[in-house]
């Protein structure tokens, strides 16, 4: 449930119509899990922004304002999430982005719950809609998301947790809404997203805590089929999710595997796996 | 400059933050000349915005509504243009769709003005971003636009009047916010809209002018190094300018053809050829 928004940190409901994040969806966001009355991981989060934003050319507010934003929606919910929007600055109708000196308009959401169900085992599909291959875009957490959109709404069994992408090449890209990782001859395997894909803050810190644990965690384009002959273990990661085990791939099934378990006491995830 | 709106028959000038078109470019649009405080082609316009809007499982409003949203913008300017709106209802957050009964939210803004230069030449450049293949959404005047942003984004120099786009097999799509034709052997050819690209409505209007006037359009997927050297004249389309005819295309010059100035009579689109 939305419980406060602001825009620019003045408390605001409501957006104004011309906004370029409506108009073509030119702007990025991040979704912050907020656990008691904290924004969790709020430095990594606003770099991730950050990034995308400068790879979108956007005008990035001050860290200290991105900071700021997190922590004033975290004293908001005891338990929750926050998304945080950056849109692109208008100055006039039509595609020409406008000077990047303008600094992007910061939205920031709050919602009481985030609804995210801990412990139990997680079923993936696999989705028929293929993710298309922009290098420009590749990786960024943009607001044009209508292949996700699409991919969702390909099943409504609520018994199915999250659908898995592919790209026009059937190479596994990630889940609708999480990224992927898995266990291949004891290594740890997650997609290269160089030509599609969103990189998310849980992904990175996967990827980092892999490092100091001592097995790296590679990046690859593996295709689908082979993941399915070849994974051992298989899960899923977002910022509210943590690290979620996958339970079934369709008629694949796997164990709790000692991979994410390790990384997730590590990471401190709690038992979403 | 933006001269009113409203959301759903009521005067509004903002939007809920948690609208579907904001957070995914969940939604689809068509831009609409108004000239004589009449908005130009109404009918047709509604057309292809229900269509879109059905392509994407949208909950479309009565034509009625439609028209009548039309009539409202249109009585509210001499000149101008009027960009209209359906963004998906929103019943919760995450991608999932929800149930294509509900009807979509109908945005209308008013602009006083178009910025429409008739009668001058058109210089034309080829962008280096290639357009994604995504048939699930090609023709569609969707809320995803980022890649038509970027490939605006690559020019500044105000003589250049529009980016050309190719797709990732170098194929010709159209313009950043237009469609193209040209003429080749005497014979009028389109792009093929069905892996990517916006179907404008003014290109069809175009395409049904040409087959009362007995020279019907082909649609085809054309490499542009053969459409630069095979085509004697270029016109682009949308529904603000008409029909433009391209004097320049990089280095590539086109005298005024007969093809276009016969379309453009036909249509009575006056002297932007």
Redesign the interface.
């Known amino acids: 449930m939305?419980i406060a928004?602001r825009?620019d940190g003045n408390a605001?409901?409501?957006?104004?119509?011309?906004?370029?994040?409506?108009?073509?969806?030119?702007g990025v966001?991040r979704t912050v899990l907020i656990t008691d009355r904290q924004a969790v991981d709020s430095e990594g989060q606003v770099d991730h922004l950050t990034d995308d934003a400068q790879r979108?050319?956007l005008g990035v507010p001050s860290r200290a304002r991105l900071l700021a934003e997190l922590d004033w929606a975290g004293r908001l919910v005891e338990n929750g999430c926050c998304?945080l929007?950056l849109?692109?600055a208008a100055t006039h109708?039509?595609?020409?982005?406008g000077p990047a000196s303008a600094i992007a308009r910061l939205?920031c959401?709050v919602?009481a719950g985030h609804?995210v169900p801990r412990g139990e085992p997680c079923r993936l599909r696999s989705c028929s809609?293929q993710l298309?291959?922009?290098a420009?875009?590749a990786g960024i957490k943009?607001?044009?998301?209508?292949?996700?959109?699409?991919?969702?709404?390909e099943w409504?069994d609520p018994a199915i947790d999250e659908g898995l992408l592919m790209d026009?090449d059937g190479m596994v890209v990630g889940g609708?809404?999480s990224n992927v990782f898995w266990v291949e001859n004891e290594r740890l395997t997650t997609p290269d997203l160089s030509l599609c894909g969103v990189a998310g803050r849980m992904r990175a810190r996967v990827m980092q805590a892999a490092v100091e644990l001592g097995m790296p965690c590679i990046q690859a384009r593996v295709a689908a089929a082979h993941c399915r002959a070849n994974a051992s273990e298989f899960f899923l990661t977002n910022s509210l999710w943590g690290l979620r085990a996958v339970s079934h791939w369709e008629d694949i099934r796997f164990a709790p595997g000692p991979v994410a378990l390790r990384i997730a006491e590590y990471l401190r995830l709690g038992s979403t796996c």
Chains 1, 2 share one sequence.
């Open positions: 939305l928004s825009i605001k409901l409501r957006l104004s119509l011309d906004d370029r994040g409506l108009a073509y969806g030119d966001f979108l050319n998304k929007l849109t692109r109708r039509g595609y020409a982005p939205i959401l919602y609804g809609l298309t291959q922009q420009a875009l943009h607001l044009n998301r209508l292949e996700q959109v699409l991919a969702r709404a409504s026009v609708t809404m």
